[in-house]
């Protein structure tokens, strides 16, 4: 597996409440994603970095929020947590010599009670 | 905005069968597909990548891509039960930094 985590890797919380998901690389990749996946929907992208500080929205963006302030680290925010936040999260990396090909994160399964 | 769309299954083949999975796109001008595998519970990962019409083999998997029909397909041959998974086909997008996937099909390999 290419060096991707995400934290936490579980998490419960209630509507209203902050969130924030965590995905760390040990590749050096530039370029960082995060998806959500829903039944019937697929993979969704939600924001993506193409360098430190440079971030972009994707197509699901929002009521999410997104920094990255070193290659290695990107965070997704849930600035408040709402039910139709309620999913499976991926983070994945992809490096400049080839975009194409992306590698995922383990995923975090969010409930949003 | 691209759309790449693929029938959800569940497709349903015997052991040793070849299993066909196809995905359509929207944009004519795109050159380039991927095929990621999803275990139940995973995440996905990348199991075949095709850049030009035509076909594309890589062990028991082969890639197949008709430009001038607009779609794409994963050929699975000698299918084995730990084949079972959701086959998601994926198109560059947004100058090639992104991908746009379709939503699956789930494949089950029966014995």
């Known amino acids: 597996d290419a060096g991707i985590t995400q934290s936490p890797r579980h998490k419960v919380t209630e509507t209203g409440t902050p969130v924030t998901l965590r995905c760390h690389q040990t590749?050096?990749?530039?370029?960082m994603y995060w998806y959500r996946q829903d039944p019937g929907h697929g993979l969704r992208l939600i924001h993506y970095?193409?360098?430190?500080?440079?971030?972009d929205k994707g197509e699901v963006s929002d009521g999410y929020s997104v920094s990255r302030s070193k290659t290695e680290d990107f965070l997704l925010t849930l600035e408040s947590a709402t039910s139709s936040q309620t999913s499976v999260y991926f983070c994945?990396?992809?490096?400049?010599?080839?975009?194409?090909?992306?590698?995922f994160g383990p995923g975090t399964r969010l409930t949003v009670l | 905005q691209k759309e790449v769309e693929q029938n959800s299954g569940p497709l349903s083949v015997p052991e040793g069968a070849i299993a066909s999975l196809n995905c359509t796109y929207s944009?004519?001008?795109?050159?380039?597909f991927f095929w990621y595998r999803q275990y139940s519970g995973k995440s996905p990962e990348l199991i075949m990548s095709?850049?030009?019409?035509g076909d594309k083999e890589d062990g028991r998997f082969t890639a197949q891509l008709n430009k001038a029909s607009q779609y794409v397909s994963l050929l699975i041959r000698d299918s084995q039960p730990s084949d079972s998974a959701t086959y998601l086909c994926?198109?560059?997008?947004?100058?090639?930094?992104?991908?746009?996937f379709g939503t699956g099909t789930q494949l089950k390999v029966e014995l």
């Open positions: 944009d004519r001008g795109s050159q380039s």
């Open positions: 095709i850049y030009s019409n």
């Open positions: 970095s193409y360098g430190v500080k440079d971030t």
């Open positions: 590749e050096n990749h530039r370029y």
């Open positions: 994926a198109e560059p997008t947004g100058g090639g930094n992104k991908l746009t």
């Open positions: 994945a990396i992809s490096s400049s010599l080839n975009t194409d090909t992306q590698y």
